[in-house]
């Protein structure tokens, strides 16, 4: 059974920075993509940042570009997200989210086989 475990949410101020992690268990990947969406209440989930198993290739919702940094490390099967200048606008809850897929990059939620809990961050202005 895989598990995803995200950690380091919580709440600060405008501006401010943060460091997303999630650590996959209960099964090695050899392949895959790994991802980070959000949801805010009342919208729809969406796709924030999804990098490749190589690292070399990453995508990026448009509106955190040039603040964000998806980063993973394979040996420890683990995702990072890197979060600067953060907005009120970031307000979300979090999830991390693994596709087991033969594509160097996906970004539809569809693709995603293993999704975590989430964790909720909190920007105030």
């Known amino acids: 059974q895989v598990q995803l475990v995200e950690s380091g949410g919580g709440l600060v101020q405008a501006g401010g920075s943060l460091r997303l992690s999630c650590a996959a268990s209960?099964?090695?990947?050899?392949?895959?993509?790994m991802g980070w969406f959000r949801q805010a209440p009342g919208k729809e989930r969406e796709l924030v940042a999804a990098i490749s198993w190589s690292g070399s290739s990453s995508r990026y919702a448009d509106s955190v570009k040039g603040r964000f940094t998806i980063s993973r490390d394979n040996a420890k099967n683990t995702v990072y997200l890197q979060m600067n200048d953060l907005k009120p606008e970031d307000t979300a809850l979090y999830y991390c989210a693994v596709a087991d897929t033969v594509f160097t990059m996906v970004v539809s939620p569809n693709f995603f086989n293993y999704w975590g809990q989430g964790t909720q961050l909190t920007v105030s202005s």
């Open positions: 209960g099964r090695t990947f050899s392949r895959g993509v």
